[in-house]
């Protein structure tokens, strides 16, 4: 289920804000033929309860963060407010789970998965920008899809216009027989993918720290758990773990 867009939920509170009025004011128009004095009571009770659910409001979903980011080539000040820290933690996620940040070993793991697994955290990471649902610039500050637009231009679109139909055309040539483990840009592959995990480290914990993700890097790291270690696993639930190709 996609969420609301920022001009969807604003204009969910300027709906609410009318029928709150106008309750009001049927109220207020209600008890005015009991006298003067019990109409400004009421009336001036509900503005009291009316400013103090305003200002909580207010408080819980414009309240802004500054996070100051140094990131590959510049530095970056961001004022995070609850739009721009949701939209962060869903590109955090999305990259922490994946290949683009998860570890492919040697002589394991597949390919073209890996470079599915690309292509998807491309296409979920442009799908809000062009179709309109991205939180507007914040006034001041830097936006964090300035961030992704690094991800997409200078990353991923470089890795996948240069991998992708190098493996296709030698799995064309193979046919369905083909076995990875044979193409000879194998090692080549590998390697480039793991210079690309790194370069993106750094954005995915800026995205990670924008959100408000205690220490975000941890979330990147291999577990140190070991047999006899002391330490319990997570379970593995067959269906919700996370997509590591």
Same mark, same amino acid.
Do not use: C
């Given at each position: ?27 207020? !128009?209600?008890? /005015? ?27 819980? /979903? ?16 961001? /004022? ?16 922490? %789970? ?13 390919? =073209? ?6 292509? %998807?955290?491309?296409?979920? !990471? ?14 001041? #500050?830097?936006?964090? +899809? ?17 991998? +992708? ?19 000879? #840009? ?14 993106? =480290?750094? !954005? ?14 941890? +979330? ?5 758990? /070991? ?19």
């Amino acid at each position: 289920m996609r969420a609301w867009g920022p001009g969807a939920r604003i204009s969910g509170r300027a709906v609410l804000a009318g029928v709150v009025g106008a309750l009001t004011g049927t109220v207020a !128009y209600s008890v /005015s033929r009991t006298g003067g004095q019990t109409l400004s009571i009421i009336v001036g009770g509900l503005a009291g309860v009316a400013l103090v659910l305003g200002a909580e409001f207010y408080h819980r /979903s414009a309240q802004l963060t500054e996070v100051q980011l140094t990131l590959p080539g510049s530095v970056m000040v961001f /004022s995070a407010n609850t739009d721009m820290r949701q939209a962060a933690l869903r590109m955090f996620f999305q990259a922490s %789970t994946r290949v683009a940040t998860r570890p492919l070993e040697a002589g394991s793991g597949n390919l =073209r998965e890996a470079l599915t697994s690309l292509k %998807t955290l491309f296409d979920l !990471y442009r799908e809000p920008l062009e179709s309109g649902a991205a939180p507007p610039p914040p006034a001041r #500050g830097d936006s964090v +899809h300035e961030i992704v637009l690094d991800i997409l231009n200078f990353e991923l679109a470089p890795f996948l216009s240069k991998w +992708h139909p190098r493996l296709r055309a030698w799995e064309s040539a193979q046919g369905e027989d083909a076995d990875e483990a044979a193409w000879p #840009g194998n090692a080549a592959f590998r390697q480039d993918l793991e210079d690309l995990q790194r370069r993106l =480290r750094p !954005y995915v914990i800026g995205l990670g720290e924008i959100a408000g993700v205690r220490d975000p890097e941890r +979330h990147l790291r291999r577990s140190d758990w /070991s047999p006899g270690s002391g330490n319990v696993p997570v379970p593995h639930q067959h269906g919700t773990g996370p997509d590591t190709r």
